[in-house]
């Protein structure tokens, strides 16, 4: 007779011996001289030979062997499948779970320990927990085993999209805040690409506007992605434009549309008296001081770019000639114009008390009248000058006036 490892064999069985057992006794021994009598032969457990004697009516006797047969245990070797991440599913019948074991086992899975509630689709497990195999040999001898499965959750990710900022400004998208809300303890890797296969270098330092991705992986290796949008906005073009020179008592309009002509991407304009824009200009309609001053303009995005502007408040043109000059003496000893707020001398001549031109000269780089006409020392008398230039703001002006030649 044959049985598994955990089973026993019932060497009484009428099945196990051929012919008729009509009026026929049997007892049962462990050795061929019958001399050891088998306790309990219907649960024979060890494999082995043993004897039963057949002895009839007229007292003849025959003692036959019976050999027992125990099927070894199959080997059954379990390793546990990899933790998954939901949703994704496990297969508790892939070949590698059991990997070591006897080579034609046929398995079976069950969700409870006793082996009364099969598993439907052991190929896709979407829940954790401990299942149960069971697994048997060709002798049709089975084990059973536990297989452990891990499903863990995916992480919760919240992204806030960061502020806007203005060039050249870089945004941080590695910032705790943006990620508020999410699972604690996230690990955090930024990607240009949806397939997260272009991994961002630099993420504190984000440059160019666009949309880009983020992976949140959890203590268990479980992951979620999702987006960060980051918008750096484009300054205003300024183009500022000196305006021009005034005099004293005359106001410079910073507010005048030429001062920022060629500006573009702008919505609103401010004026201030410092580089840092703090202190704002009260009257930029109307600047009687010299200086620099600064133009900032904003655009719609809330970016603002600013400019020096220079303003320059000039003495009243004049041309100044002295009203005496000592030709014979170490100072003094020649007669030219002085210019204030003048760009250039255009004619300086020098008459007589008669009215005779006796000097003349067209620029101011001439070293001026040395006191003689016709290369004779004139003598000490007043003389009438005329003088006429162009002024620091272009225009056209001349001055006349009296001189002592002093000997």
């Known amino acids: 007779g044959a049985a598994c490892y955990n089973g026993t064999v019932d060497i009484t069985a009428d099945e196990l011996y051929t012919g008729s057992l009509a009026g026929i006794s049997r007892a049962y021994y462990t050795d061929a001289a019958a001399t050891n009598p088998i306790t309990d032969p219907k649960h024979i457990k060890t494999p082995g030979v043993y004897y039963a004697r057949l002895s009839n009516a007229f007292g003849c006797t025959n003692i036959l062997p019976v050999e027992v047969t125990l099927n070894s245990k199959p080997l059954?070797?379990?390793?546990?499948?990899?933790?998954?991440?939901?949703?994704?599913?496990?297969?508790?019948?892939?070949?590698?779970?059991?990997?070591?074991?006897?080579?034609?086992?046929?398995?079976?899975?069950?969700?409870?320990?006793?082996?009364?509630?099969?598993?439907?689709?052991?190929?896709?497990?979407?829940?954790?927990?401990?299942?149960?195999?069971?697994?048997?040999?060709?002798?049709?001898?089975?084990?059973?085993?536990?297989?452990?499965?891990?499903?863990?959750?995916?992480?919760?990710?919240?992204?806030?999209?960061?502020?806007?900022a203005c060039a050249p400004q870089s945004v941080n998208i590695t910032a705790d805040s943006l990620f508020e809300g999410s699972t604690a303890g996230l690990s955090y890797s930024f990607f240009f690409d949806e397939s997260l296969s272009k991994k961002v270098s630099y993420p504190e330092a984000i440059n160019k506007p666009?949309?880009?991705?983020?992976?949140?992986?959890?203590?268990?290796?479980?992951?979620?992605?999702?987006?960060?949008?980051?918008?750096?906005?484009?300054?205003?073009?300024?183009?500022?434009?000196?305006?021009?020179?005034?005099?004293?008592?005359?106001?410079?309009?910073?507010?005048?549309?030429?001062?920022?002509?060629?500006?573009?991407?702008?919505?609103?304009?401010?004026y201030f008296k410092d580089a840092a824009l703090t202190e704002t200009l009260a009257r930029?309609?109307?600047?009687?001081?010299?200086?620099?001053?600064?133009?900032?303009?904003?655009?719609?995005?809330?970016?603002?770019?600013?400019?020096?502007?220079?303003?320059?408040?000039?003495?009243?043109?004049?041309?100044?000639?002295?009203?005496?000059?000592?030709?014979?003496?170490?100072?003094?000893?020649?007669?030219?114009?002085?210019?204030?707020?003048?760009?250039?001398?255009?004619?300086?001549?020098?008459?007589?008390?008669w009215g005779m031109l006796v000097y003349q000269a067209t620029d101011a780089s001439a070293q001026g009248w040395d006191g003689q006409f016709k290369s004779k020392m004139q003598p000490l008398e007043t003389f009438s000058w005329y003088a006429e230039g162009i002024d620091a703001s272009g225009r056209k002006y001349h001055s006349t006036g009296k001189t002592i030649l002093i000997l």
Request: hydrophobic share 35%.
């Open 76 to 164: 059954l070797k379990i390793t546990d499948p990899a933790a998954a991440c939901y949703p994704l599913k496990v297969d508790i019948s892939a070949n590698d779970i059991f990997k070591g074991s006897d080579t034609g086992l046929t398995f079976r899975f069950f969700a409870n320990q006793s082996l009364t509630i099969p598993v439907t689709n052991p190929k896709e497990i979407d829940r954790p927990g401990v299942y149960y195999v069971q697994a048997t040999n060709a002798a049709g001898c089975s084990v059973t085993g536990q297989v452990k499965v891990a499903i863990n959750d995916l992480p919760i990710l919240v992204i806030r999209n960061p502020k806007e």
């Open 210 to 270: 666009g949309t880009y991705y983020v992976k949140a992986t959890n203590s268990s290796g479980c992951s979620a992605s999702g987006t960060i949008d980051v918008m750096i906005n484009n300054l205003p073009e300024i183009s500022v434009h000196n305006p021009g020179a005034v005099f004293d008592g005359q106001s410079v309009d910073l507010t005048a549309a030429e001062v920022i002509s060629g500006s573009k991407n702008y919505v609103q304009v401010a």
């Open 284 to 353: 930029p309609e109307s600047v009687t001081k010299t200086g620099i001053y600064y133009i900032s303009l904003t655009n719609s995005s809330g970016c603002s770019v600013s400019a020096p502007v220079e303003i320059n408040i000039l003495p009243e043109p004049k041309i100044v000639v002295p009203t005496a000059f000592t030709p014979h003496k170490e100072t003094n000893n020649r007669l030219y114009p002085f210019l204030v707020s003048m760009q250039k001398l255009i004619s300086f001549k020098v008459f007589n008390k």
